[in-house]
Every structure is written in structure tokens, then in C-alpha cells.
């Protein structure tokens, strides 16, 4: 069975201590099918040394013998695939037009 999904994508400014080049945090908000009235959240949109913006997907923190690592909790399903592309794209374009009403 397929489900289709259609979601907006909702940004906010973080409070308090920012890190350097963090931008905003973003959400999908899910408006129909399967996930329809949830979020996932955990999106974070960085200036980007190089000029642009970067986009980092949510993950978990955890650490083992001391030593900090992340799970990503949204990944591809082939190995050599780069399916969160088209994701990270949208989350981009969206950023751009929502901090040009800012």
C-alpha cells in the first residue's frame, strides 16, 4: 500500500546560547495521509563556510566510553543512495524564502 504525505515546513530563531552559524531550527508539520497532525523536528539550518546553507537531519546523542556520538534517525534505505537530498533542498528553499520575510 501506498500512502502519500504532504507537509509544510515551519522555522524558528533558537533562544538563549546560539551557536555560531546556526540559523534557524525547522520543523515538518505533516497536514495529511498516514502522519497527518504530527511534526518531526530536530532540523537545524547553518550558514555554510563556503557560502549557502547547510542542513543537518535529526538525530540522537549518546555516548560511548566517554565518547560523544549521534544516531541519525532519518537515513537512506540503499547505501550508496542520497534519498534526504530532495529533503534537504526543500528545507533550504524554504528557509531562504521564509528569512527573506523576516
Known sequence: MVYTTDFEI???VPTGTVPP???AEAELHFASGLLAGLKLIGFT???SRRGGFNVTLPSRSYTVQGERRSFMLLRNILVDADASRPLVDAVVEAYEAW???Q
Do not use: Q
Request: hydrophobic fraction near 60%; avoid cysteine.
Open 45 to 47: 539550518v547553518w550558514s
Open 99 to 101: 528569512a527573506a520575510k
Open 21 to 23: 552559524g546556526l540559523l
Open 10 to 12: 515551519h522555522f524558528r
